[in-house]
Structures are given as C-alpha cells and as structure tokens.
C-alpha cells in the first residue's frame, strides 16, 4: 500500500512536469505566429490601411474565438467519456496540422477561414489544465494551476522572441512551419512521457418516466456559484482582448512601420516574462490565502498599468506598462481555476473547464467586434481605456463569486460534519 501511494505521487508530479514542458512548446509555437498577424496582413496580404487592418484582425479573433466556443463543450464531455490526455493529443496534433496552413494562405478571407477550422480542433490550454487537476492532488491545485499558467507565460515569452526573429529574417511561412513544429513535439511528449488512469463513469439506468432532456444547461450540484464562477474568465478574457489582438498596432502608433515585428516580440516577451513571475509567485500563494486578498489588489493594478500602455509617448513605457498588467493579469486564472475546482463534482471538471475555454471564447468574441468598432472610429488609444472599465467591473463579480463558492463549500462540508 506504501509503494502505491508512493507511485501516486510520482506519477502527478511526472505529469505536471511534462504537461508543462508541452505547454511551453505549444505556447512558443503560437506566440511564435499569430502575434504578428496585423503585420501579416500588410506585409503578405496588402492590407495598409490601420484602421482596415483593425477590421479584419477583428473578424479574425471573433471568427477563431466562435468556433472555439462551439466546439470546446464537445471536448469537455468526450473528455469526461473517454480521458483528458486524450483530448490533449487531439488539441496539439490537430494544431500542428492546421497551424502551418495559415501561413500560405493567398488572401485575407482564407487566413479567417483557417483560424475559423484551427480553432475548432485547438485548446491545449484548456485540455492541460483539466488533466492536471484530474490528477493531482486536491490540496496542491493551486500549485500545479500556478505551474502551469508559468509555462503558458513562458512559451509566450519564447515564442515573442523566437517568433520575431524568425519573421524578420527568414518570413511568415517559416515562423507558421516553426508553430507546427512544436505543436507536435507537444504531441509526442504527452503521448509516451504523460499517464492518465482513467476509469469511464458507469451509466446510471434511467427510471421509466425520467427522460432525460438533452437540450438544457447542465447541472453541476452547485449551478450558481459555478455559473457566477465561469462568468470571470468572461469577464478576463473580454477585458484582455481589447488590446491583446492590438499590440502591434500600437507599436506601429508609437514608433512606425520599421522593424514593428521586432519591436512587438520584445514587448510581447517582456510581457510574458511578467506572467511567468505571476504564474509561479501567485500559483503558490492561492493555497495560502483567500482568493480576494490576492486578485482585487491584482485587478486594480491592472486597471493602472492596462492605462499606462494606451497612453504610453514612448515603446520603453509601453513595455515597460506590459510587463507590470502581465504580472497583475498573469495571475488571476490561477485563483479562478482553484476558486471553481473546489465546487466541481470530480466526475464532472471535464465539461466544468471545458466551459471555461467557452466563457473565455465568448468574451474574446464580444471584445473583438467592439475593439474592431473603437479603432475605427475612436483610435487605438481608446482600446486600453476600454480594457481598464473591463478589468473594473470585474471586481463586485469577483465579490459575489466567492461568497457563492464560500456556501456552496460549506453546504458540502455541513453533512459529513453532522455525521
């Protein structure tokens, strides 16, 4: 019985380990591409025209972010039928795949097209996260959540920096190659060096008159602190997206259209490199503190540095304002992943995470018409004023989510007390 605790043991952090250098590829290989897709569009598809380019680059996050919405539900459940690292296999080998096709497309409505089926298939992020907590210890969640959202910061990092360069001087083409390379060395990584003991849920016989209904929202034992739960990584990822798609438009803005690939990888790296210290920092104090104590203080930093980047006269500034929100923003899915697996049925956290890629989708579809709309007719700056009025409104939800997740707790402690 001791040897098989032990093997217990090794095998999540095995896993973590792994997963997170899978992570860090992955990530690389995206931030290596799609970053730079405003310059794309001009340099490759002739699109000059700023406020053209903020169009289209929209209509390209809402297009990637709604099939994303669609189709990561799905995933959710067969990830509950049949395993998590099944669905991880699935997300990097079809990324590998589909990736490198971008970079060859002819014209701007087959680049949308492309990101539309990519994204369909993608979601490593998503499928990581629910594998960690699927097989990790309870009470080391926040840890191995905070880990991992390191690596998705690192391979950001790596991918700005690689990404720019290749760009620079070897061309799209080759960086898109580059993405699909390390998409399936994620691949393969998870697949010989990653163990998942999946056991598939025993199908309970429904009783005669019970049908079950098959178009409603799914029940989680605690629907309201889970929804209320879900609704933040909305509210994050609608608040980031205004300027995420955006950068290199700002850079252009500040400096020019000289070098703006390269200008954009160094911010973009910067940046990471706070998200990593964010991951790894914040991560390990989610397991120690209340969620409150540590994303209000990290949300009303955003607002200030988020406004800093808008109104930035120089590049320094503007990086320099980044890197400060990704050390803010960088760790606050940490303590929402804790927030909501404390009130997921275990059964049950495939379709719960699976849902958060979905709440996250819908938010970055509602920011990028609205980003599209500002840029139009009100300039760039104004994308990051938008941005700071996000990251406010989140903070009364973040009130009243952990008041919910504190009963449903408690609603779930009371029986075994009383016994």
């Known amino acids: 019985m001791e040897s098989g605790n032990k093997q217990n043991k090794i095998s999540w952090k095995q896993n973590l380990l792994f997963v997170w250098i899978a992570q860090l590829l992955c990530l690389a290989g995206f931030g290596s591409a799609l970053p730079f897709i405003p310059v794309f569009m001009r340099v490759k598809l002739g699109i000059e025209d700023p406020a053209m380019r903020g169009v289209y680059v929209s209509i390209f996050y809402f297009c990637s972010m709604a099939s994303f919405c669609i189709c990561t539900p799905l995933w959710g459940m067969l990830a509950d039928r049949y395993g998590r690292k099944l669905m991880l296999l699935r997300a ?11 970079g060859l497309a002819p014209n701007v409505g087959i680049l949308i097209l492309l990101r539309f089926i990519t994204s369909c298939f993608s979601g490593t992020v998503n499928a990581a996260q629910t594998l960690i907590v699927s097989t990790t210890p309870a009470e080391k969640h926040g840890f191995a959540l905070g880990l991992l959202s390191s690596a ?21 083409t080759t960086a898109f190659l580059f993405c699909g390379a390390m ?11 990653v163990h998942e003991d999946f056991v598939p849920p025993v199908k309970v016989p429904e009783l005669s008159g019970e049908r079950k209904k098959r178009f409603h929202l799914p029940q989680f034992g605690f629907s309201t602190a889970i929804w209320v739960t879900l609704s933040l990584f909305f509210m994050m990822a609608f608040s980031r997206r205004f300027d995420e798609a955006y950068l290199a438009l700002q850079v252009e803005n500040i400096a020019g259209k000289i070098n703006t690939e390269l200008y954009t990888s160094y911010i973009s790296a910067a940046a990471a490199a706070g998200g990593v210290i964010a991951g790894s920092l914040i991560g390990t104090l989610v397991d120690r503190f209340s969620p409150g104590k540590v994303a209000i203080p990290c949300l009303l930093l955003s607002i200030l540095f988020v406004l800093g980047q808008g109104f930035a006269p120089s590049l320094f500034v503007l990086g320099a304002s980044r890197f400060l929100a990704f050390i803010t923003v960088g760790g606050l899915e940490p303590v929402f992943l804790s927030m909501l697996s404390h009130v997921s049925p275990q059964e049950k956290r495939g379709q719960v995470f699976g849902l958060t890629a979905s709440f996250r989708a819908v ?32 903070v009364p939800l973040l009130l009243y989510a952990m008041r919910l997740c504190k009963k449903a707790q408690e609603e779930t402690l009371s029986p075994a007390t009383a016994s």
């Open 92 to 102: 990097s080998f079809c990324g590998a795949v589909f990736m490198p096709l971008m």
């Open 152 to 172: 998705v910061w690192s391979g950001n990092m790596l991918g700005y920096l690689l990404g720019g360069m290749i760009v620079h001087f070897f061309g799209y």
């Open 183 to 193: 998409f399936l060395t994620s691949g393969l990584l998870i697949t010989f060096f």
């Open 363 to 394: 938010g970055m579809m509602a920011a990028s018409p609205l980003g599209g709309a500002i840029i139009f007719h009100l300039g760039i700056r104004c994308i990051y004023v938008a941005a700071a009025v996000g990251f406010l409104l989140t």
